[in-house]
């Protein structure tokens, strides 16, 4: 089983749209949560930390349920922009960052 | 202010060649991490530097590949006798270390596609 386990996609939705995804993790002693946004061909670029307390900024949401494992991320009004691939990640020991296959999203106008 | 930067940003070898990939940190960040990204994959961690020192090389495949940051800054990976399963995009990060919190960003680098014919 992997560490850290994502729908691949692809998810497929029109501009305006609401799009929700999610991640679970093994590791229960894993103290940090991020979202990673990677285009094609691109490096991976920090989208958003997450919190227990669940955190938004602007249209992204991001939610962790330490209970159940669980991480999520949730764009609203999706721009054609949003496109790419969205990579859920915990840290490991020594900070290393573990992380899931990634989400693709495609926004179509 | 400058990125993390990697060379060569392609590597076309042959199977059995030696090859290095380089990278160069942010100015100021002590810890550098090197993963490898297969295609429709996430990145995978392959070893972490604090400084000068290899903190955990837990990653590392095998022992044909190898890292250095002599001087805690640029780092190097070297690969030995390359092997076509070896073909992967390999990227670079780094941040501020343990002075950075445990929200502690890292950043990548443009990364150094590697091809094993």
């Known amino acids: 089983r992997k560490e850290v386990e994502q729908d691949p996609g692809p998810f497929n939705v029109p501009e305006g749209a609401t799009v929700a995804f999610n991640c679970t993790y093994s590791n229960s002693a894993s103290q940090s949560f991020f979202w990673y946004r990677q285009d094609c061909r691109k490096e991976p670029k920090l989208l958003m930390s997450v919190y227990s307390s669940g955190n938004e900024d602007g249209r992204f949401t991001a939610q962790l349920n330490r209970a159940s494992q669980y991480i999520s991320l949730l764009i609203r009004d999706s721009k054609l922009s949003d496109s790419a691939t969205y990579l859920c990640?915990?840290?490991?020991?020594?900070?290393?960052?573990?992380f899931g296959t990634g989400t693709r999203l495609q926004v179509f106008p | 202010g400058a990125g993390v930067s990697q060379t060569p940003s392609n590597k076309v070898t042959e199977k059995g060649k030696y090859v290095e990939l380089r990278c160069d940190p942010i100015s100021g960040h002590t810890a550098l991490y090197w993963y490898r990204q297969s295609l429709g994959q996430g990145p995978e961690f392959l070893i972490y530097f604090q400084g000068t020192g290899a903190a955990d090389d837990s990653g590392l495949p095998n022992d044909r590949f190898f890292a250095v940051r002599p001087e805690g800054s640029v780092s190097t990976l070297k690969i030995q006798r390359t092997e076509r399963g070896d073909s992967a995009v390999y990227l670079c990060a780094s941040s501020l270390g343990p002075s950075g919190g445990p929200y502690n960003e890292q950043f990548f680098g443009p990364g150094t596609r590697l091809t094993v014919l």
């Open positions: 990640v915990v840290n490991g020991r020594t900070d290393k960052l573990i």
